[in-house]
């Protein structure tokens, strides 16, 4: 424990305080901290799919991969940005 000085009217208090007992300041408050979630982990997913499956269409038929990765990658930036 230590005696610090309140911000607002400077005057000694407890480190262990949570507020100051002359004026009422709060002291030592943790700022709360919020954690955005984020939505579209699902369509990534399915449009990095999407794209894998794609590319391995590419050897066998041409137009059907580039088709199949283009839809992925629209997906994967629909998801990315949700």
Known sequence: M???NCAECTRKI??????C???GNPVNQ???VTVAKKSGGK???A??????????????????GLTLMFLGLGVF???RFK
């Open 30 to 32: 943790q700022p709360t």
């Open 47 to 64: 449009g990095f799919f999407l794209i894998i499956i794609g590319l391995f269409l590419c050897f066998k038929l041409l137009n059907a």
């Open 14 to 19: 407890s480190s262990k305080a949570t507020s």
């Open 77 to 79: 930036i629909v998801g």
């Open 2 to 4: 230590a005696i610090i």
């Open 43 to 45: 369509w990534e997913a």
């Open 21 to 23: 007992p002359h004026c």
